[in-house]
């Protein structure tokens, strides 16, 4: 009786595990369910598992498989496989082992995939490495000319993993860039979630691996090459978006200036063929980067400097009047005031300027000096527009077509203000040969000598220390030529205008 009752227990245990396992099955077949992303981004809710190890590669030749076959989208397994080094080095092993465990190659045309897979599935070399070129040079061409959507592309992209990493990476970065399309149209910098919005797409942008050597290096060379055709529009939605995903997420901030690096050698390369119109377009593309670089940090100088680059060919010494920038004052003048880089803007703006700035409106006014602080051409030509602006209003005055009356309004409030405001911009961004004019002119307040001009004197003596201690420090010619002109420029402007202007100035007090 008792070995009756011990098998039965044995069996109602047996029965209870079965139960339980009936009643999980379905829940585990329901995580499989593949979802969405953000931005639509097809993915899955199965974890990451470590599968079998090709050397010291971690990616499972299964999860290949099912990427490739539309059924589990493991990023993550991907990406390691197209970017690690310890995966590239063992790619056909993996992929033959990925390729053995079941793949459904596209047999559509023009991705007739199948065509190439037999050379992976036997691990024939030599079969293997002429599919891999022919991938990698007829991709990027077959996606321009039939462009997928992502329930399509991604098995693609899985599928070339297998045949060929460098076709599939360029796959990759054109899924990535349609990301970015769609990014730029749901990004709204006057959007209460736009900050929200940047996270999201940096999170994608990472999912991709678009923050990963190899595949940042496939996005800067497509990058390039839609430099080299002009392709303008798809250019700015790219360097809006990225330029966002990487303020908020700084690990794409190296892809965000290797790219503004290949936009640079791309226009280099393609300028001479770009028409006016395309010229025009592309200058606004490498605006557009530009704002977006301008919202980082410093991390993002060096994309500033190669922007600074691109704009050169593209404004040619033109004013920024004659572009279609010209409609973007407001907006230029703001990031030229927050970053000292961008030269080649603040040369078209410095060109740009009229005698007209005398009657800029205050708010006006404000942003075009805050600009001038960083730059010397565009103080330079504040400047001279000034002294042109009052010679005009002094001939008028000779030849009786401004009264006198009206004339010393002017003077007293537009002119004196001027000035006054053009000495805050301080002694290293003054010319001789204005402050010089403006004294003659009776146009620098008392308040402003008093207050302004010993700073000046102190400057130019530091300025004349840091001169004679580079030539104290060095043994060669050229180090003690140089302090001795700069010494004697110091001395000139001294002598010349400071001192004597104080020393009136004191005179005046005195009486």
Known sequence: MSQFNNIRSF?????????????????????????????????????AEQGPVAGRCGVDPRRLASFANGENYDYANLVSFLSTPSCIRVAAQVSQAAVQSGVSFSNKAPYRFDLYSEATRQNDLKGRDKADVTLQTNIPTLLRQYPL??????PLIGQLALLSPGASRSALVNFSQQQLYTADSLLNVR????AGMAGRVAKTLVKLGVNRGPIAA???????????????DSLGKIFRALGAAAVANNSLVSTFNLSAGALNKGISRGIASYDPQAKDSMLMAVYSAVLAANEGNELFQPAMAELNEALDPLLDGYPVRATRLKNMWDEILKMLSENASQTVMADAVAVSLTPEILFLSEEDRVALLMAARNYHPMAVAIQQNFLIAFNRLWKNYES???SKERFMELRRKFMKPWVSHILELGP??????????VIQLGLIDNEDIEKKF?????????????ASLSAVSSDAVEPKLASMAENMAVMWSLSGIHVPVLMKWVENYDK
Request: hydrophobic share 45%; aromatic share 6%; with cysteine.
């Open 11 to 47: 069996w109602k245990c047996r029965l209870a595990v079965y139960a339980l396992w009936v009643c999980l099955n379905p829940l585990q077949v329901s995580a499989e369910v593949p979802h969405t992303d953000d931005l639509g981004l097809p993915s899955s809710r199965l974890e």
């Open 149 to 154: 959507g992502s329930n399509e592309l991604l």
């Open 191 to 194: 959007s209460s979630d736009a």
């Open 218 to 232: 496939e996005f800067a060379n497509s990058v390039e090459e839609m430099a080299l055709l002009a392709q303008a």
């Open 400 to 402: 009786r077509k401004l």
């Open 428 to 437: 290293a961004r003054l010319t001789r040969s204005w402050l010089n004019e």
């Open 454 to 466: 010993p700073l000046f004197v102190l400057a130019h003596l530091q300025r004349g220390d840091r």
